[in-house]
């Protein structure tokens, strides 16, 4: 059966999974779910040179948030990385509107925003995705020679350089 489709059969599959490894309250929360608003989505990683050379942005629509970087928990910047998108795009779009004294965007002048948006915040969110890779990769090795790449060059030098 195509999982995607089957609300009741995503429920079962993930109480199949976490049904010995979580509190019975966590399981309880799921067997009770609602099944009409039930949806399932693979995880996609973005590799942080898709930021460089592909789009962000397209006409009057752009990513944000995980969309835009998805990373894994390592530095814990994602949160912080989304309130950081959500002040430059509205940044970006008040001094559009601003600019040409309007109170309503047309097609043109939300694609220049955007745009702006998009342009800004590419070299922050690689970054950040490039360092959560890595760390993420790094803690998980045990090796003498990977404990010391990742406690002298990581941690106290790379980590320090990436954008702020």
Sequence with gaps: ADLWKHPELIRDTVLQRIEKAFPAKFVEVVRKSDLETTSLAPLIFRYPWDLFFGHVSKGNVTVAGDAMHPMTPDL??????????????ARNLGETLQKDGRTE???????????????????????????????????????????????????RYLFSKLPQ
Excluded: H, P
Aim: with cysteine.
């Design 76 to 89: 814990g910047q994602g949160g912080c990385s989304a309130l950081e998108d959500a002040v430059v795009l």
């Design 105 to 155: 965007f047309d097609e043109k002048s939300a694609e220049e925003a955007l745009k702006k948006y998009a342009k800004e915040r590419r070299m922050r969110t690689a970054g950040l995705i490039t360092g959560s890779l890595l760390s993420g990769w790094l803690q998980g090795e045990t090796g003498w020679l990977v404990k010391m790449i990742r406690n002298t060059i990581l941690y």
